[in-house]
């Protein structure tokens, strides 16, 4: 009778629908008013939150590589050109900086105050790359 009994739960587990897949990610929704440097650190956690190349250890007394970005972000918060500003040299870190940021998206569309004439925002964002080549943002250390 046991054996009956787990054949049937069994035979009934195998019958169970998956569980429904995980919902897409919402875009981001629109900042209102905030700085610079608050869009910077929602930005941030946007390209941390879609990398695994990150830590979240304390800041080694020494990094492997800094690598500065210019971002320009357009209105939907789409980027629309993203180069390295300054390096010492790491181009495959060069290249996964520049990588995090472009598939980070959906990125938080910047705030109107913040927008140039052009209808875009252009910043500077730092990576800092540790000896096993993991990344923190700058604007998210504290």
Do not use: W
Request: aromatic share 6%; net charge positive.
């Amino acid at each position: 009778m046991r054996v009956l009994a787990v054949g049937a739960v069994a035979i009934l587990a195998a019958c169970a629908s998956p569980p429904p897949p995980a919902p897409a990610p919402a875009p981001a929704a629109p900042l209102k008013s905030i700085s610079l440097d608050d869009y910077k650190r929602a930005l941030a956690g946007c390209i941390v939150a879609s990398s695994a190349a990150v830590f979240r250890d304390p800041l080694p007394r020494t990094m492997k590589s800094i690598v500065v970005l210019q971002i320009r972000v357009d209105r939907q918060g789409r980027p629309t050109h993203v180069a390295v500003f300054r390096s010492n040299g790491y181009r495959a870190l060069e290249r996964r900086a520049v990588a995090s940021v472009v598939g980070a998206g959906p990125l938080p569309p910047p705030p109107d105050a913040l927008l140039d004439d052009t209808s875009s925002l252009s910043f500077l964002e730092t990576f800092l790359f540790r000896d096993d080549d993991r990344f923190q943002v700058r604007s998210l250390v504290p």
